[in-house]
């Protein structure tokens, strides 16, 4: 019995530690976004290494965006990250804004995103060459 409670609360300390390291990174992240910019969602990922030879991982989240509207996109790496975080907004198969750009190889915290159509859109999160990484996105309304 004092086995199971132990393995409890070791499981629970190292669950609250994990979800307060997250929460900080989401109050960072999101105080970087302007003054100008209102905090809307964040989507938090955590992406294991992937070898070289096989396509990099990336999480997937769903949004409605609102035609006429201006939204800014911004991605925090966690400080024990190894890979850098790549963040795109995609409609279908197009890719409409990236906090990475590949014909230059440099890289952004945010992009702004003028919306022109009502709509499901979908947020891709992953870490350059496959790398292990933790990231939060935040996705923050600009103004119409």
Do not use: W
Not at 4 to 14: A, G, Q, R
Not at 71 to 80: G, L
Not at 88 to 111: H, I, P, R, V, W
């Amino acid at each position: 019995m004092k086995r199971f409670i132990f393995t409890f609360f070791l499981v629970s300390l190292v669950f609250n530690v994990y979800s307060q390291n997250a929460d900080n990174l989401v109050d960072i992240c999101s105080s970087s976004t302007g003054e100008d910019a209102t905090y809307l969602k964040d989507f938090q990922a955590s992406l294991a290494e992937t070898p070289v030879d096989q396509r990099a991982p990336y999480e997937k989240f769903t949004v409605v965006l609102s035609k006429n509207t201006k939204y800014r996109f911004t991605i925090c790496n966690s400080e024990d990250t190894q890979g850098t975080g790549i963040l795109k907004l995609m409609d279908a198969n197009k890719l409409l804004g990236s906090s990475f750009n590949e014909s230059t190889g440099k890289d952004y915290q945010s992009f702004n995103f003028p919306c022109t159509k009502t709509g499901v859109y979908h947020l891709l999160i992953s870490f350059r060459n496959g790398k292990e990484g933790k990231a939060v996105a935040i996705m923050s309304y600009l103004g119409k």
